[in-house]
């Protein structure tokens, strides 16, 4: 799939037909486009507006319906009131007239039908008296509690109860439509109210005719619902919504609108006129406030019908105008691609023939069927033409890159040996330069630093034999300066240990024994041996990995102090603590054989820091206060003098790893390098 689409992609990028297809279909496809998004814009515009101003209209048509309904009540209350039964009664015997009155509810449709006696009238609300005063008819909704609608007729409050869906709970109260008719006497006093009505709840005879007004058959879309509803406050106590919107079961009836109806028409006494979720689906809806006699907010009425079928009917209008933009892109493409193949052919044979020239073919247009004087035809020929002239000029641009190449790789290959050459010799010379220098500067510092030990020697022998000769005369007595005497023989030590450590620097690496074969694990036991001894009070321990087994040609008495050295070297970073490690392996080449030994010697102590680490060798450098300067670098000395050479790895606050490459043949001439890559 993924190839076949990448052959597409760039047939239209590199083809004509393709290329020219796209051109001419882009405007229509862009037209077509445009004229698809402003369409489906007004649709939705136009289609949401009618579908709001519809439920607008419908919610006045159930609004008129239910007072029309009302009235209807009303009217048959009054047909009560004018029948010969109630006129006769009303006349000869006023004492069975309530209860004959109580009966006649059923007769005329109606829940509940109560006379009271004029006397009652304290009873009703001052807005209800006053009409009733006025001989005013009146009828209006009213919510009212168990209690009241008991007094209007026993068997409203069972009826009134609604158990409320998805909660624990009971509604008791009732929302009731009731209407009061006054009747006067001949003196013109009020003498009788008429009161009656019906109970809204759990009732749908009243929904289900409004529904019907609003709603008639063929007025809404195919599987759409009209649905009317009366709210007690925000609960659904008669209705038509169904449980079910699919299989259109059952009534929501003691279930809540939502909270953005609410607050919108019950606490705040607005209209809504929008998309509602009612219960389990989204309805086009309209709601209005429903009021009581005092003009206070006790419910709601709404009318709405299903969206989606609605959208439904929208997005297959959608699709079929989508299905016939792709049949005239399609029509148009195979008239512009048909119309125009006499004109792709001799593009695509001239397209191939530069294709094949430019793999390094010899090919040539040729005839391009068409007609004499046709404008690609002449343009055929014209290319053969330049490709002639072309291929001549390449051969002539051949033969002589061909003769230009021999003179240059003669000329070439003389230089180059000559160069190499001379790198050769300017590299022997820089060795040599720096060989000599380096010669030069230890041999004058080795002759300095000879003389002033030997000048040294001479009065500190003469001090030292003039101490033990004070200390001699003066018997006992010199017990009183015995401090100080010692304190003298301490610094004539000190001072001797530098002039030694002088005259050791000053021959250059000169041996004072044999240099033999030597296990190198041995030496490194005994230099271990002699630090152990001299750092006893140390709280220091020593860890030893001892892996050598190449042996290797060495002084063994200088080996030992360049061991015992580095060793205190590590000992004295640690200030006196911690744990030294001291290892031992073969030297091995690249191809993994030996050629000689290593020794590590690992502290963590302090750490140097770099610019320390590039000065740690020159002589007499030191950051001890007690110390000389002239150990690391006799060190390096004796070891460079053997060929090997000291590699120092070192971090602040971490520690550092001095690391002694000892070759397996010892060479006294030249100083081996270190090949990083195999440290």
């Known amino acids: 799939m993924k190839q076949c689409i990448a052959i597409w992609v760039r047939r239209f990028r590199t083809m004509v037909r393709y290329r020219l297809l796209l051109l001419t279909s882009v405007p229509i496809i862009i037209t077509l486009l445009a004229l698809i998004a402003l369409t489906m814009y007004w649709t939705v515009i136009y289609t949401w507006q009618n579908a709001l101003m519809n439920v607008r209209a419908d919610l006045a048509v159930a609004h008129h319906s239910m007072e029309l309904l009302q009235k209807e009540q009303r009217m048959r209350l009054g047909s009560l009131t004018e029948s010969y039964p109630f006129q006769t009664l009303l006349k000869e015997d006023q004492s069975q007239l309530i209860d004959w009155v109580k009966q006649q509810a059923g007769q005329y449709d109606l829940d509940f039908v109560v006379i009271h006696p004029a006397a009652a009238l304290g009873e009703f609300p001052k807005a209800n008296r006053h009409l009733l005063l006025q001989g005013k008819e009146q009828t209006f909704f009213e919510r009212l509690a168990s209690y009241e609608l008991d007094d209007l007729h026993p068997d409203l409050p069972a009826r009134a109860q609604i158990p409320l869906l998805s909660e624990n709970n009971l509604v008791s109260y009732g929302l009731i439509s009731r209407s009061l008719i006054p009747i006067f006497n001949q003196q013109g006093d009020l003498q009788w109210i008429i009161d009656g009505g019906i109970l809204l709840n759990n009732s749908t005879q009243l929904v289900d005719r409004i529904r019907d007004l609003v709603y008639a058959s063929d007025t809404l879309p195919e599987g759409s619902i009209g649905t009317v509803t009366l709210f007690m406050n925000d609960i659904r106590v008669s209705t038509n919504v169904p449980l079910d919107s699919v299989q259109l079961n059952g009534r929501a009836v003691g279930t809540r609108v939502s909270d953005d109806v609410k607050q919108s028409v019950l606490e705040r006494g607005e209209m809504w006129v929008d998309r509602a979720f009612v219960y389990d689906d989204w309805y086009v809806s309209a709601y209005e406030p429903l009021k009581d006699y005092n003009g206070d907010i006790i419910g709601m009425l709404y009318t709405g019908y299903l969206e989606w079928p609605m959208i439904k009917i929208y997005l297959t209008n959608i699709v079929e105008l989508g299905v016939g933009i792709v049949f005239v892109l399609l029509i148009s493409g195979v008239i512009v691609y048909r119309g125009a193949r006499d004109l792709f052919r001799p593009i695509e044979k001239m397209h191939q023939v530069v294709s094949a020239i430019q793999l390094g073919l010899d090919r040539r247009i040729g005839s391009l069927d068409l007609t004499r004087g046709h404008e690609l035809q002449i343009l055929g020929k014209q290319f053969d033409t330049m490709l002639d002239q072309l291929h001549q000029r390449n051969e002539a641009i051949k033969q002589a890159s061909q003769q230009l190449e021999d003179k240059v790789q003669r000329r070439t290959q003389s230089l180059r040996e000559k160069t190499e050459e001379l790198e050769q010799h300017i590299k022997l010379l820089n060795q040599a330069r720096s060989k000599l220098v380096s010669n030069e500067k230890l041999a004058a510092l080795g002759e300095l630093t000879a003389g002033i030990a030997h000048e040294i020697n001479n009065p500190t022998a003469v001090i030292l034999g003039n101490v033990e000769l004070m200390q001699l005369e003066l018997g006992t007595d010199s017990e009183r300066v015995r401090e100080e005497l010692e304190a003298i023989h301490q610094q004539i030590d000190r001072i001797r240990n530098i002039t030694r450590s002088l005259l050791q620097y000053s021959r250059q690496g000169g041996v004072q024994d044999e240099v033999t074969w030597q296990h190198l694990n041995p030496i490194v036991e005994e230099s271990l041996t002699l630090v152990r001894s001299g750092t006893k009070k140390f709280d220091v321990e020593i860890q030893t990995e001892l892996n050598a087994r ?12 360049v061991l015992v050295n580095l060793q205190m070297n590590g000992i004295h970073a640690m200030n006196d603590q911690g744990t030294l490690r001291v ?45 000389t300067g002239l150990g690391l670098s006799v060190s390096q000395g004796i070891v460079s003098g053997i060929g090997g050479e000291i590699v120092v ?31």
Not at 553 to 558: D, I
Not at 598 to 621: A, L, M, Q, T, W
Not at 649 to 678: C, Q, R
């Open 649 to 679: 790895e070192s971090e602040l606050g971490k520690g550092s790893v001095f690391t002694v490459y000892l070759p397996e043949k010892a060479n006294n001439s030249t100083k081996m390098s270190v090949d990083l890559e195999t440290i």
């Open 550 to 561: 190449c042996c290797v040609e060495v002084n063994r008495h200088q080996m030992l102090q």
């Open 583 to 627: 290892m031992t392996e073969d030297w091995l080449d690249e191809t993994g054989s030996p050629i000689g030994a290593i020794v590590k010697i690992i502290d963590h102590g302090c750490g140097i820091s770099e610019e320390s680490i590039e000065r740690i060798f020159n002589p007499f450098y030191t950051t001890r206060r007690s110390g």
